[in-house]
């Protein structure tokens, strides 16, 4: 595919990423490039925020001014440790883990949820696998992470990965029904599993992904912890720090096994259907807090949105 057109219409961190993910070109000769990234006023507003990695409290996994979802962002970029901003959350990240080797977040759980009313260093399953997703993408030799991530792969059900929390959150479970999957924690297991080769061919895995993929098929009827895949969920967005389309097909499309599969072919023809006459697509929803941003309108195409689309397109081939 010809990304030209894209690249003519990016500003410098996304030509960054396209070099490197759609066109697979070396680092090393994008130096230049990878200073103009860094002065971006943009970008400098994300690494300011993850420096302070765990000054906020999860108190909505939605939010997307998250450190841990601004900080994996600037990972899919293509920015690394090398930046002095990243390597300091990444330590943050390392430091604070329970006794099985899982990453904490600063989680609030009011009481009248179950939780305790306070900050405390714990863990959701729509936390964790975010955390171990990031230290993977930022290099951190497995070895150092194994236990945490085997702990929590081991959280797999036969429907999938349910709502599951460390100690600390007390009772805390999400509105469904405790014996229900947890879509959003389902995605996040798949997302981390397939950065780890000796769980991406694994039973566990692609669990997973047929739970997605048959939520997908059962979309009407299906809606485990009020996760819909209905009008909503079907506009695309970005960035992907949530469960939507543009999410689950991402996911999805990391597993070979899976591009075969009608579910996921009607996933991408939705996509595909949403594309303008110049191969760009426009977001259809939107997070306000990220209206500084190509993809903060729904007036336009967004080049950060089309590049989403086709890092998927460029693995399905």
């Known amino acids: 595919m010809n990304y030209q057109a894209l690249l003519d219409r990016s500003e410098d961190w996304l030509k960054y990423a396209i070099h490197l993910n759609l066109l697979h070109g070396p680092k090393e000769k994008l130096k230049d490039l990878r200073k103009n990234v860094l002065r971006d006023e943009k970008i400098k507003s994300c690494l300011k925020d993850i420096c302070e990695f765990h000054n906020m409290p999860v108190l909505s996994h939605k939010n997307p001014d998250l450190p841990m979802h601004k900080l994996l962002f600037l990972l899919d970029l293509g920015l690394d440790t090398d930046v002095p901003e990243i390597e300091i959350a990444i330590r943050a990240i390392l430091k604070n883990r329970d006794e099985h080797g899982v990453c904490q977040s600063v989680v609030n759980i009011p009481r009248h949820f179950g939780g305790t009313g306070e900050d405390a260093f714990s863990w959701c399953l729509c936390d964790a696998p975010i955390l171990f997703t990031i230290l993977i993408k930022a290099g951190i030799d497995y070895e150092?992470?194994?236990?945490?991530?085997?702990?929590?792969?081991?959280?797999?059900?036969?429907?999938?990965?349910?709502?599951?929390?460390?100690?600390?959150?007390?009772?805390?479970?999400?509105?469904?029904?405790?014996?229900?999957?947890c879509p959003y924690a389902t995605l996040l297991m798949a997302n981390l599993l397939a950065e780890?080769?000796?769980?991406?061919?694994?039973?566990?895995?692609?669990?997973?992904?047929?739970?997605?993929?048959?939520?997908?098929?059962?979309?009407?009827?299906?809606?485990?912890?009020?996760?819909?895949?209905?009008?909503?969920?079907?506009?695309?967005?970005?960035?992907?720090?949530?469960?939507?389309?543009?999410?689950?097909?991402?996911?999805?499309?990391?597993?070979?096994?899976?591009?075969?599969?009608?579910?996921?072919?009607?996933?991408?023809?939705?996509?595909?259907?949403?594309?303008?006459?110049?191969?760009?697509?426009?977001?259809?929803?939107?997070?306000?807090?990220?209206?500084?941003?190509?993809?903060?309108?729904?007036?336009?195409?967004?080049?950060?949105?089309?590049?989403?689309?086709?890092?998927?397109?460029?693995?399905?081939?």
């Open 144 to 181: 150092q992470i194994r236990t945490g991530t085997e702990y929590l792969a081991s959280l797999c059900r036969d429907n999938g990965f349910l709502c599951c929390v460390s100690s600390e959150l007390g009772r805390f479970r999400g509105p469904g029904k405790k014996e229900d999957c």
């Open 196 to 317: 780890i080769p000796s769980y991406r061919s694994s039973d566990i895995a692609t669990s997973a992904v047929n739970v997605l993929l048959d939520l997908w098929e059962n979309s009407m009827t299906q809606h485990p912890y009020l996760f819909y895949m209905g009008t909503d969920f079907r506009k695309l967005k970005a960035p992907s720090c949530w469960y939507d389309l543009i999410s689950v097909a991402d996911a999805v499309s990391k597993y070979p096994f899976a591009h075969r599969d009608k579910r996921f072919s009607e996933m991408i023809d939705l996509i595909k259907s949403k594309q303008d006459g110049e191969g760009f697509f426009t977001p259809e929803s939107i997070y306000l807090k990220y209206r500084a941003w190509d993809f903060g309108q729904k007036k336009c195409p967004s080049p950060y949105l089309t590049y989403l689309c086709y890092k998927i397109f460029d693995r399905i081939g």
